[in-house]
Antibody, heavy 122, light 107 residues
Framework: QVQLVESGGGVVQPGRSLRLSCAASGFTFSTYGMHWVRQAPGKGLEWVAVISYDGSNKYYADSVRGRFTISRDNSKNTLYLQMNSLRAEDTAVYYC???????????????WGQGTLVTVSS | DIQMTQSPYSLSASVGDRVTITCRASQSISSYLNWYQQKPGKAPKLLIYAASSLQSGVPSRFSGSGSGTDFTLTISSLQPEDSATYYCQQSYSTGWTFGQGTKVEIK
């Protein structure tokens, strides 16, 4: 069955960096687009970034563009999110989720990881 | 980016009640609209995709409708386990924006 395990969260000071990982199994990782979605404490869901199956296309939310970088290693079935210049407003649970495509409309998040909490605080 | 607006922000209803949540997009998104249910401390769960298609394993009391800019999620007979927050999400364009959520409580 599909399994997504996020890791790398923790407490970090404003302006510092953190890298999140998402280990995937139970599906052919190298044929799926992969997303990061976050949720600040007590708030709603916010889409963060997506990467195509081969890493050739990447899109970011305005709130993180220029600070966050999404990447993947298909040999390790792992997705990454490099987060630089972190701000208090980046505090959230970060989820990874796959979709079969990313360019054409109509995809949905039918599998989610359990999330990893990032807290940005001095 | 496409903005998604849900209403109401919260509601309280009794077991057996019919509950309707609405979601409006800032521009036409055809039928590229998904609905999720989230319970505290858990990841979201897909309920409805493509506006009206029921995800496998989801009870038939959940249904979705709409196209263009206006959509609804209906729970035909509210059950205690339906207490949760519900989110709509557009998949028409990159940005994959979510609505702000509707919290459903049981009276």
């Amino acid at each position: 069955q599909v399994q997504l395990v996020e890791s790398g969260g923790g407490v970090v000071q404003p302006g510092r960096s953190l890298r999140l990982s998402c280990a995937a199994s139970g599906f052919t990782f190298s044929t799926y687009g992969m997303h990061w979605v976050r949720q600040a404490p007590g708030k709603g869901l916010e889409w963060v970034a997506v990467i195509s199956y081969d890493g050739s296309n990447k899109y970011y939310a305005d709130s993180v563009r220029g600070r966050f970088t999404i990447s993947r290693d298909n040999s390790k079935n792992t997705l990454y999110l490099q987060m630089n210049s972190l701000r208090a407003e980046d505090t959230a649970v970060y989820y990874c989720a796959p979709t079969k495509g990313i360019i054409t409309p109509g995809w949905y998040f039918d599998y989610w990881g359990q999330g990893t909490l990032v807290t940005v605080s001095s | 980016d496409i903005q998604m607006t849900q209403s109401p922000y919260s509601l309280s209803a009794s077991v057996g009640d019919r509950v309707t949540i609405t979601c409006r997009a800032s521009q036409s998104i055809s039928s590229y609209l998904n609905w999720y249910q989230q319970k505290p401390g858990k990841a979201p769960k897909l309920l409805i995709y493509a506006a009206s298609s029921l995800q496998s394993g989801v009870p038939s009391r959940f249904s979705g409708s709409g196209s263009g800019t206006d959509f609804t999620l209906t729970i035909s007979s509210l059950q205690p386990e339906d207490s949760a927050t519900y989110y709509c999400q557009q998949s028409y364009s990159t940005g994959w924006t979510f609505g702000q959520g509707t919290k459903v409580e049981i009276k």
